[in-house]
């Protein structure tokens, strides 16, 4: 592990800000709040470029009360002896800097029966779990890649994230603060105990109290973060002894010294409720424990650790206490993907028999399949039903992630996410939507309807909706309507009996009567083309602002063709742009990201182009036997 300037590389930063730290303000409330400004200046050192200790001047201390909208002050002060700006030689253009740091009020109550209270209101935590990398990116911050993905996790629906499990980049949580997201702010992965030959146990002893310490004082006045946390999945938790018990209480004392105001916790997903560990958390965050561990009749054949559902047990614990799902779900899927038969449980584990695509080293993307300690997106809802008292949770994850491959090996990464590493939505995105967006109209079927070799055979369709009630028609002739109620412990509607047949499924979904949302699907022809969709065709012209463009291989009626994956070629044809990179989001595609030439991976490809400089770039994607396909991106 490298120090540099004594200090461990890569795993906190520092953020000097001139606000000082506030811990609460009695004066606030609903309706306005009273605020001190207090301003200063300071002499610049012109050889450094770094402000003297001592201010030269200060404005007068205001008192302001803040109702809402926007309120304005002035002030003014004497400066004596300015440094003043004029031109070279004769004189020297000295320059002012203003530092403006923004803040934001709330108010945020944990309620043992109801959760989580922001200003009042109660919200349900719709979460995910995000790992720091940016995919084909890397894991150095990039704004416009952090964007893209915060934006896709609002119109998923979610409203909280956990940083898992290091400090993010503050850049980020500047991000969550303007977006508003509720963020878990986490910081250890191990203790004293390793997960791994070379993590940061070797060095815990030494830096647990000057990271800690570091990454609360960096952090505390983000409005989006609010909860600490100082551990994942510590192994200590097994021991069951005092001295994890001990070293909670430490690093809780440690927040509690730094910032008053916020509860802290740590994750388990093995401690039971009378743990001597799960006794230190002041609030309980279980990882899959809530519905519990290789759990239900698809679960019964395997070994290893064994849970019941455990919301009940912990609630009964600790009824003074507010409990979250800090990690749910472990569900896998591949992106298009899908094998047959189809699981009849609402939950089951992938295996070689049941969900798993040796072919493509993925799982079945009906949605069903779970890691061996996971539960399907259906069994969660409905242990979250069965438990109102619980506070929400966060799926692993939001986006897939760089490394911890699984189910296969010699992978990249995960099956976890919601979401693939190159942006594209997993089939699991819409059955999340459809419970996190209640009141808007959407519906998703699955699978896609092109299978050359399936016909007259039972090719099960499944609909993820927000609506009450849907309707399937396949080729016209109705499959019938079915009421959300009709598959108890599932929270999709299910077709299990339909028969492929090229064609077309449409579905008509209904919400208290009234027609809601359709969807359709067809049957694609031979690929004939490509087409490029860029997510914006204007950037900023400095080399770290980017464009992702979708390639879509498509018919000649322009449906993406799902079975296809094309080589494509991508360049510049003209002007300053550049292709950073390229992504199919298929993890056991091996082929370097800054690679310009990549398959397509059920129809889709993706290219992130920069520029340095200003001026108009035509970016061409060609694949042999297809039609190429060019767009104009400016960068100014």
């Known amino acids: ?302 070994t290893g650790n064994k849970k019941t559902p455990q919301y009940d047990a912990f609630h009964e614990a600790f009824p003074n206490r507010v409990i979250t799902s800090s990690e749910y779900a472990s569900s896998l899927s591949l992106r298009g993907s899908f094998s047959f038969p189809v699981t009849p449980y609402n939950s ?72 693939a590493l190159a942006g594209f939505k997993k089939e699991r995105f819409w059955l999340y939507q459809a419970r996190w967006r209640p009141n808007f109209p959407m519906a998703h079927i699955v699978p896609h309807w092109t299978w050359p070799n399936r016909t007259g055979d039972i090719t099960p369709v499944h609909v993820f909706s927000s609506g009450d009630e849907a309707e399937l028609f396949v080729n016209g002739e109705s499959k019938g309507r079915r009421a959300r109620e009709s598959d108890p412990g599932f929270y999709r509607f299910k077709w299990d009996d339909v028969k492929y047949e090229p064609g077309e499924v449409h579905v008509v979904t209904y919400k208290d009567g009234r027609e809601w949302a359709n969807d359709t699907v067809r049957t694609t022809g031979d690929a004939v083309g490509l087409r490029l969709k860029a997510d914006r065709d204007k950037i900023v012209a400095d080399g770290e602002d980017v464009s992702f463009i979708t390639v879509e291989v498509v018919d000649a009626d322009g449906n993406v063709a799902p079975l296809a994956n094309n080589i494509i070629s991508m360049s510049v044809a003209s002007g300053p742009g550049e292709i950073v990179a390229t992504d199919n989001g298929h993890p056991g595609d091996f082929a370097a990201f800054t690679s310009k030439e990549r398959k397509a991976f059920h129809g889709v490809l993706l290219t992130i182009v920069k520029s340095n400089s200003a001026g108009d770039s035509i970016i061409t994607a060609n694949s042999t036997g297809l039609k190429s396909a060019s767009l104009s991106l400016v960068a100014t």
């Open 348 to 419: 089951a584990p992938v295996n070689s028999t049941d969900g798993d695509i040796p072919n493509e080293k993925g799982v079945s993307a009906y949605e069903l399949y779970t890691a061996q300690a996971g539960s399907s997106p259906d069994r969660v809802f409905l242990a979250q039903d069965e438990h109102p008292y619980v506070s929400g949770g966060f799926v692993w994850t939001g986006w897939d992630y760089i490394g911890e491959p699984y189910y296969h090996k010699g992978t990249r990464s995960g099956n976890w996410g919601i979401v």
């Open 1 to 302: 592990m490298d120090l540099v300037g004594g200090w461990p590389f890569g795993h906190n930063s520092f953020r000097l800000t001139f606000q000082a730290f506030k811990d609460s303000m009695p004066e606030a409330n609903e309706t306005q709040t009273t605020v001190t400004i207090i301003s200063e200046v300071f002499e610049l050192d012109s050889a450094t470029g770094q402000r003297r200790p001592a201010p030269v001047a200060k404005f007068p201390r205001q008192t302001l009360n803040l109702a809402g909208n926007e309120t304005a002050t002035n002030s003014s002060v004497i400066i004596n002896s300015p440094k003043l700006w004029g031109p070279p030689p004769l004189q020297k253009p000295g320059l002012s800097e203003i530092v403006t740091t923004l803040f934001g009020i709330r108010s945020v109550v944990f309620d043992p029966n109801k959760g989580i209270i922001v200003n009042g209101e109660h919200v349900y935590l719709q979460g995910v779990n995000q790992h720091h990398d940016l995919g084909a990116l890397g894991a150095a911050y990039n704004h416009r890649a952090a964007v893209r993905q915060l934006e896709t996790l609002q119109e998923l629906g979610a409203n909280a994230i956990r940083l898992s499990h290091n400090p993010p980049a503050p850049e980020l949580l500047d991000l969550t603060d303007q977006m508003g997201f509720l963020v878990i702010n986490e910081i250890f992965d191990s203790w004293f105990e390793g997960k791994a030959d070379i993590d940061f146990h070797l060095i815990f002893e030494d830096w647990r109290e000057p990271d800690l310490r570091a990454l609360i004082r960096r952090d505390r006045n983000h409005p989006s973060v609010i909860l600490w946390s100082y551990g994942n999945e510590v192994k200590e938790q097994s021991s069951d002894d005092e001295g994890a018990a001990e070293i909670s209480v430490y690093l809780r004392d440690i927040c509690h010294q730094e910032d008053s105001t916020r509860l802290t916790t740590s994750a388990i997903h093995f401690s039971s409720p009378n743990s001597s560990l799960a006794q230190t958390l002041e609030l309980i965050s279980i990882n899959y424990q809530g519905e519990g561990i290789r759990y239900g009749p698809a679960y019964e054949y395997l």
